[in-house]
């Protein structure tokens, strides 16, 4: 099977196993990276169960994404082979998070950048408390600004920054899509109405395959940078 085809089959896979319920172990021990497993291959531990928790506690804003979607990103970005991964939008690491346990699988890397200089600092601190600050780098500032001083390209883009800004977003970052690369944008079927031209480029663009899926209520479009 064309490694295009079978991307999207893994997508439609995985989007529908993200609403199984996590497996949560009754006991175990701190964020330890080198701890063994918590029950089960994949698995959270209890305290990085309970750090994801806590994010979403006091998420006000309600800015993280959902723990299905969460689950989502982390098996594709492991599924895909992902290796250099970039993130706009990171409010307060939920989302990094899950994406940095994937990358943990690949041996690679994620840039995330948040401009809100609170949350950014709430960002790097969860990364560490999860153990994950050599996996996710974390960017604090304007993304039109800090993406340009990136060097190199993407495998994997996650986007969910404002709405209004997908576009924009899209026209910077695609040039630095590798082929058979991976962009996802957050919040595409409860918020399409604010999201302007954005869909029609990713639906109609001769580069891309793309595919809606919505492991919870909110959607995320998954777009497959064609191989030239």
Known sequence: MPRSLAVLSLVILTAACARAPEPQPAHGRG????????????????ALAQLLADIRAVDRGQLAVSEEDGRFLRTLVASSGA??????????????????????????????????PARAAALADNI?????????????????????????????????????DYQRFFDLVFPRLEPGGLFIAHNVVNKRSEMGGFL???????????TIVSPSGEGMSVSYRRRR
């Open 83 to 116: 290796t250099r991964a970039l993130e706009i939008g990171g409010a307060s690491g939920y989302s990094a998070i899950w994406i940095g346990l994937g990358l943990r699988e690949t041996g690679g890397r994620l840039v995330t950048i948040e401009y809100d």
């Open 200 to 210: 029609a480029t990713i639906t109609e663009h001769p580069e891309l395959f793309t």
């Open 31 to 46: 964020l330890d990276r080198d701890a063994p497993p918590a029950s089960a291959p994949g698995s959270l531990t209890p």
């Open 128 to 164: 560490r408390r999860a153990g994950l600050d050599d996996v996710v780098r974390v960017v604090s500032g304007d993304a039109f600004a800090q993406v340009p001083t990136l060097a190199g390209t993407f495998d994997f883009v996650f986007l969910d920054a404002w709405k209004d």
